[in-house]
């Protein structure tokens, strides 16, 4: 007690000079920038990409097979951050979206974007429950569909352009574009050959980006010749069960 009488102007001081620290440092963190990140998450077998836009809204396309998201996104989130701006679902197979379990309990989540397609599975039905609960915005995604995500960059759906309820999973699964100035970035989730190729019969060279995230964890009933060599990336992604994680910021051009 003596101490504190002794030193209280010392530890006001410092207390003040603490919170002014948080507080700039909050401040800076949030301020606009001209950076785009994306992270691709180690999560094992599975999909998990984290993107936050020079805005700094924050989107997770897929959610890995387990809780081990939640640790990977303390790599790549501030500490004080509770919230996300979007989840996206690429489609219904656990290694998809049985992590979104954990982070749906551990943050506020605005919006939830999914192909259509179901699972039976008793993982998916506690999955859409949570979503539920949350009251979040629920979108079914569809072709044509473009995403502002802030500071100019935006996700744009490529498929699925129809109802693909009644598809496999795979064959139902969202392909997305992320645009940021002259960077694209190919987003396939687990389509099949089929898709890719039917999505290279919609748009042509305009699918032609500078990283691809390679379908299926590089499965062999993905990423056809023709539609890898439309992409024609300058680098390719694949999510599987080896350390992947890789981040990339990209400045605007």
Not at 34 to 60: K, R
Not at 103 to 109: K, M, N, Y
Not at 207 to 225: N, Q
Request: proline fraction near 4%.
């Amino acid at each position: 007690m003596n101490f504190l009488k002794q030193h209280w102007k010392l530890l006001t001081v410092g207390i003040l000079l603490g919170l002014t620290f948080c507080i700039w440092f909050v401040v800076i963190r949030e301020s606009p920038t001209n950076i785009l990140t994306i992270a691709f998450l180690d999560v094992g077998q599975g999909d998990a990409i984290y993107i936050e836009s020079p805005t700094h809204q924050q989107i997770i396309i897929d959610g890995g097979p387990s809780p081990k998201i939640l640790g990977e996104l303390r790599k790549v989130m501030p500490w004080y951050d509770r919230s996300i701006d979007m989840i996206i679902v690429t489609n219904p197979d656990a290694d998809h979206y049985a992590g979104f379990i954990n982070v749906l309990r551990s943050f506020a989540i605005k919006t939830v974007i999914e192909p259509g397609t179901y699972s039976n599975t008793e993982t998916y039905k506690i999955f859409e429950e949570d979503v539920d609960k949350e009251h979040a915005q629920e979108i079914i995604a569809r072709r044509g569909q473009v995403m502002d995500i802030g500071g100019g960059a935006y996700i744009k759906i490529l498929f699925p352009d129809r109802d693909v309820s009644k598809l496999d999973s795979n064959e139902g699964s969202i392909i997305a574009q992320l645009v940021y100035g002259e960077t694209e970035v190919m987003l396939t989730g687990d389509a099949t050959s089929a898709t890719e190729e039917y999505v290279v019969s919609l748009d042509g060279e305009k699918i032609r980006s500078d990283i691809l995230k390679v379908s299926h964890h590089g499965s062999k009933t993905s990423s056809s010749e023709n539609f890898v060599r439309t992409v024609n990336p300058q680098y390719a992604v694949i999510s599987a069960g080896k350390k992947i994680a890789m981040a990339t910021h990209i400045k605007k051009l």
